[in-house]
Protein backbone atom coordinates (compact mmCIF):
# COMPACT_ATOMS: atom_id res chain seq x y z
CA UNK A 1 0.00 0.00 0.00
CA UNK A 2 1.18 3.23 -1.13
CA UNK A 3 0.61 6.08 1.57
CA UNK A 4 2.05 9.70 2.82
CA UNK A 5 2.02 10.46 6.88
CA UNK A 6 2.21 14.13 8.20
CA UNK A 7 3.69 14.91 11.15
CA UNK A 8 5.11 17.05 13.64
CA UNK A 9 2.19 20.35 13.04
CA UNK A 10 1.04 21.89 16.08
CA UNK A 11 0.86 25.68 17.76
CA UNK A 12 4.05 27.72 16.96
CA UNK A 13 5.31 31.11 18.11
CA UNK A 14 5.09 33.34 15.38
CA UNK A 15 8.76 33.79 14.74
CA UNK A 16 9.48 30.36 16.15
CA UNK A 17 10.47 26.88 14.05
CA UNK A 18 8.41 23.86 13.46
CA UNK A 19 9.29 20.89 11.68
CA UNK A 20 7.33 18.60 9.44
CA UNK A 21 7.81 15.13 8.48
CA UNK A 22 6.18 13.51 5.34
CA UNK A 23 7.04 9.58 5.80
CA UNK A 24 6.35 7.66 3.08
CA UNK A 25 5.54 3.74 2.70
CA UNK A 26 5.02 1.87 -1.09
CA UNK A 27 7.30 4.20 -2.52
CA UNK A 28 10.59 6.03 -2.21
CA UNK A 29 11.40 9.35 -1.52
CA UNK A 30 14.61 8.75 -3.22
CA UNK A 31 12.72 7.96 -6.40
CA UNK A 32 10.01 9.98 -6.12
CA UNK A 33 9.46 13.87 -6.07
CA UNK A 34 7.43 15.01 -2.81
CA UNK A 35 5.72 18.56 -1.96
CA UNK A 36 4.50 20.20 0.43
CA UNK A 37 1.49 22.19 0.03
CA UNK A 38 -0.80 24.09 2.65
CA UNK A 39 -4.25 25.09 2.67
CA UNK A 40 -5.60 28.02 5.15
CA UNK A 41 -9.58 27.58 6.10
CA UNK A 42 -11.16 29.83 3.36
CA UNK A 43 -8.23 29.54 1.24
CA UNK A 44 -7.34 27.00 -2.11
CA UNK A 45 -4.39 24.86 -1.51
CA UNK A 46 -1.12 26.10 -2.22
CA UNK A 47 2.48 24.86 -2.53
CA UNK A 48 5.20 25.64 -0.12
CA UNK A 49 8.45 23.62 -1.69
CA UNK A 50 9.16 20.24 -3.60
CA UNK A 51 12.37 18.46 -3.74
CA UNK A 52 13.18 16.28 -6.99
CA UNK A 53 15.01 13.26 -7.57
CA UNK A 54 17.01 14.80 -9.92
CA UNK A 55 20.08 15.89 -7.57
CA UNK A 56 17.94 16.53 -4.72
CA UNK A 57 16.80 20.01 -6.35
CA UNK A 58 14.60 22.10 -4.06
CA UNK A 59 12.23 24.94 -5.21
CA UNK A 60 10.79 26.96 -2.54
CA UNK A 61 7.19 29.42 -3.04
CA UNK A 62 8.04 32.71 -2.77
CA UNK A 63 5.93 32.89 0.40
CA UNK A 64 8.24 30.55 1.89
CA UNK A 65 11.77 31.38 0.16
CA UNK A 66 14.03 32.57 3.04
CA UNK A 67 12.05 31.44 6.11
CA UNK A 68 11.37 27.59 5.19
CA UNK A 69 13.44 24.73 3.73
CA UNK A 70 13.13 21.14 2.30
CA UNK A 71 14.86 18.17 2.45
CA UNK A 72 14.99 14.18 2.88
CA UNK A 73 16.54 11.45 4.43
CA UNK A 74 16.07 8.92 2.02
CA UNK A 75 17.54 6.06 4.52
CA UNK A 76 14.36 6.72 6.82
CA UNK A 77 12.14 7.67 3.45
CA UNK A 78 11.01 10.85 5.03
CA UNK A 79 11.08 14.41 3.41
CA UNK A 80 11.06 17.37 5.67
CA UNK A 81 9.80 20.60 6.04
CA UNK A 82 11.33 23.16 8.26
CA UNK A 83 9.64 26.24 9.29
CA UNK A 84 11.42 29.22 10.74
CA UNK A 85 10.10 32.56 11.41
CA UNK A 86 6.65 31.54 10.85
CA UNK A 87 3.87 34.28 10.51
CA UNK A 88 0.02 33.88 11.38
CA UNK A 89 -0.70 33.61 7.44
CA UNK A 90 1.40 29.97 7.37
CA UNK A 91 -1.45 28.95 9.09
CA UNK A 92 -2.88 26.23 7.57
CA UNK A 93 -3.51 22.24 7.38
CA UNK A 94 -0.20 21.36 5.40
CA UNK A 95 0.33 18.18 3.10
CA UNK A 96 2.75 16.53 1.56
CA UNK A 97 2.02 14.74 -1.90
CA UNK A 98 3.94 12.51 -4.82
CA UNK A 99 3.45 11.52 -7.87
CA UNK A 100 3.58 7.72 -8.79
CA UNK A 101 5.62 7.61 -11.84
CA UNK A 102 9.07 7.92 -13.28
CA UNK A 103 9.00 11.79 -12.43
CA UNK A 104 11.87 13.21 -11.76
CA UNK A 105 12.02 16.95 -11.63
CA UNK A 106 8.85 18.45 -8.82
CA UNK A 107 6.47 21.07 -9.78
CA UNK A 108 4.88 23.83 -7.26
CA UNK A 109 1.31 23.43 -8.50
CA UNK A 110 -1.09 20.88 -7.02
CA UNK A 111 -2.41 19.16 -10.43
CA UNK A 112 1.08 17.54 -10.12
CA UNK A 113 0.91 15.15 -7.78
CA UNK A 114 -1.79 12.07 -7.34
CA UNK A 115 -0.94 11.03 -4.19
CA UNK A 116 -1.85 12.96 -0.35
CA UNK A 117 -1.40 12.62 2.83
CA UNK A 118 -4.03 13.36 5.19
CA UNK A 119 -2.47 16.56 6.35
CA UNK A 120 -1.16 17.94 9.59
CA UNK A 121 -2.79 21.26 11.53
CA UNK A 122 -0.25 23.75 12.00
CA UNK A 123 -1.47 27.35 13.98
CA UNK A 124 1.02 30.25 14.33
CA UNK A 125 0.22 32.58 17.08
CA UNK A 126 0.85 36.07 16.72
Known amino acids: QVDLVESGGGLVQSGGSLRLSCTAS????????IGWFRQAPDGEREAVACISTSNSGVKISDSARGRFAISRDIGKNVVYLEMRNPKPEDTGIYYC???????????????????WGQGSQVTVLS
Open 26 to 33: GLSVGTHY
Open 97 to 115: ASRLGPYRECVLRPNGYDL
